[in-house]
T-cell receptor, first 111, second 114 residues
Framework: GQQVMQIPQYQHVQEGEDFTTYCNSS?????IQWYKQRPGGHPVFLIQ?????EVKKQKRLTFQFGEAKKNSSLHITATQTTDVGTYFC???????????FGTGTLLAVQP | EAQVTQNPRYLITVTGKKLTVTCSQN?????MSWYRQDPGLGLRQIYY???????DKGDVPEGYKVSRKEKRNFPLILESPSPNQTSLYFC?????????????FGNGTRLTVT
C-alpha cells in the first residue's frame, strides 16, 4: 500500500540553527498537508500545498512541494524553543478518501 | 469556540471490560475520524465517517467499533479491550469529506489496558 515516510525521525538543534524535515511518498500526491504536534498536545494543521513546485512561507517556516509531487519539505529558519514538537506530513491515500500520515519528525531545540 | 471534544483524557482499564471514548465536534463538519498514535508508527487511522450513518474502516480497525448517528458525535467503542490497544487516541473532523480538507483534532485520550 501507499507509504509516506519522513526523515529524520528525530533532530536535536541548538536554538538559532536551521531545521529541515523531508517527506517522501511512494505515489504521486494531489496535495500534501503539514501538521505540528507540541509535546503532550494534539496535531494542529499548518498548511496545505497543492501545486507542483509550490513554495509557501509562514514566518520562519518554508514549505515546499516537489516538482513530481512525491515529496515535500519543511524548513525552519533560526529555530526557537517554541518550535519544539513533532512535525507530520500527510497525503491522500490513493483511491481511498483518507489521509495517510507520515511517521513524523520530532524536533528538540536546546536553548 | 470551534472545537473537537474527546472524553475522557485518560483511561485505565482491564482486559475485556467494554469502554467507549466519546468525540463531539461543534463545527458542523461532515467528516470525522479516529486515529491511534504509537511511538515510531505515527498516526494510524482506525475508522472514519463521511457523514451520518456512513462509516468505513481505516488501516487498523480490528477490535474497534464506531457509530455516527448524529453529525456531531462519533464515539469509539472497544467491546473487549486488550493490552495491544494501549495507545494515544485522537478524534478528528474536517468540513468536507475530502482529503483536501484540513483535519481538526481533539485533545486526545490516553488509554491503558492492563
Amino acid at each position: 500500500g501507499q507509504q509516506v515516510m519522513q526523515i529524520p525521525q528525530y533532530q536535536h538543534v541548538q536554538e538559532g540553527e536551521d531545521f529541515t524535515t523531508y517527506c517522501n511518498s511512494s505515489t504521486t500526491l494531489s496535495n500534501i498537508q503539514w501538521y505540528k504536534q507540541r509535546p503532550g498536545g494534539h496535531p494542529v494543521f499548518l498548511i496545505q500545498l497543492v501545486k507542483s513546485g509550490e513554495v509557501k512561507k509562514q514566518k520562519r517556516l518554508t514549505f515546499q512541494f516537489g516538482e513530481a509531487k512525491k515529496n515535500s519539505s519543511l524548513h525552519i529558519t533560526a529555530t526557537q524553543t517554541t518550535d519544539v514538537g513533532t512535525y507530520f506530513c500527510a497525503g491522500p491515500g490513493g483511491a481511498t478518501n483518507k489521509l495517510i500520515f507520515g511517521t513524523g519528525t520530532l524536533l528538540a531545540v536546546q536553548p | 469556540e470551534a472545537q473537537v471534544t474527546q472524553n475522557p483524557r485518560y483511561l485505565i482499564t482491564v482486559t475485556g471490560k467494554k469502554l467507549t471514548v466519546t468525540c463531539s465536534q461543534n463545527m458542523n463538519h461532515e467528516y470525522m475520524s479516529w486515529y491511534r498514535q504509537d511511538p515510531g508508527l505515527g498516526l494510524r487511522q482506525i475508522y472514519y465517517s463521511m457523514n451520518v450513518e456512513v462509516t468505513d474502516k481505516g488501516d487498523v480497525p480490528e477490535g474497534y467499533k464506531v457509530s455516527r448517528k448524529e453529525k456531531r458525535n462519533f464515539p469509539l467503542i472497544l467491546e473487549s479491550p486488550s493490552p495491544n490497544q494501549t495507545s494515544l487516541y485522537f478524534c478528528a473532523s474536517s468540513l468536507l469529506a475530502s482529503y483536501n480538507s484540513p483535519l481538526h483534532f481533539g485533545n486526545g485520550t490516553r488509554l491503558t489496558v492492563t
